[in-house]
């Protein structure tokens, strides 16, 4: 069970996206395994929203392996739905970067999914952890 922090988020943000029809199976609900790739687009542009794009991380020599997933599948989101991907950080990463989510569409009050993802900051010559750049995380005390 995923469990959300009892504090306020540091982040929050909120991408729309509507469902396609090469995404959803024959039953007209969104393929389970689509909701990790639309995490990535809502983090990469909760991550570009902040004033980073990730390809600048990258040309950094930064890369952000995922090292955790979770998610729990509580409706279906169907073809042609507008959904809302809320992505919400609770703390300043030092090497980790938690993400939590929800998919919520306004057919339902409550989520349709909710996911937990982990990455790592790693460099990218030695491909080992390091600590997040300084600049990412001033720019997260910004938004604060």
Known sequence: MIRFPETKPIIRFNYELRSRYGETDQ????????????FEVARTEMIRSLGIPYSRLEEDGFMLPVVYAQLEYKAPIHYDELMTIEVSVFEKPMVRLDTFY???TSRLEKPHVLGQVTLCFTDTENRRPCRAPDYFNDLI????
């Open 27 to 38: 039953m007209g609900y969104v393929y389970y395994g689509r909701y990790l790739e639309y």
């Open 102 to 104: 929800r998919v919520l």
């Open 141 to 144: 005390d910004q938004q604060s």
